[in-house]
């Protein structure tokens, strides 16, 4: 997933990263300061490109690799080029969670890790 074979449409990697990141098309406007109606135009195709004046702080907000939201090449995430396959779908699993849900979890594998370390 995310390797540089596979090429996905813009309108695709756009809607692909706000759901990974949990935005909406105005929460990311928002959080960029551009309008709706720009990140309407990536998600529908009426654009074939992002502005590089947003590419950066649209790929920062939605937690993706500018390149690979800009052109569709090289991993999505910098997790995916970093870590192996399990740590990148239990990252992906946990940063899907709401807030609390991962505040909780954090607690429970603080805990898990301090029953298992060694005397």
Known sequence: ?????E???L???VQWA????????ASLAREIGISKGAIGQWVSGATDHIRPAHL???ARALRVEAEWLGIGKGPRTRLERAAPDV?????????????????A???MC???MRSHRRP
Do not use: N
């Open 1 to 5: 997933m995310g390797s540089a074979e």
């Open 56 to 58: 950066f702080d649209a």
């Open 7 to 9: 090429t996905m449409p």
């Open 11 to 13: 309108p695709e990697r």
């Open 110 to 112: 603080i805990a898990l």
């Open 87 to 103: 740590d990148v779908e239990i990252c992906r699993l946990v940063s899907a969670m709401p807030e609390q849900a991962r505040t």
């Open 18 to 25: 706000l759901d990974h990141a949990g935005h909406t098309q």
């Open 105 to 107: 979890l954090l607690a």
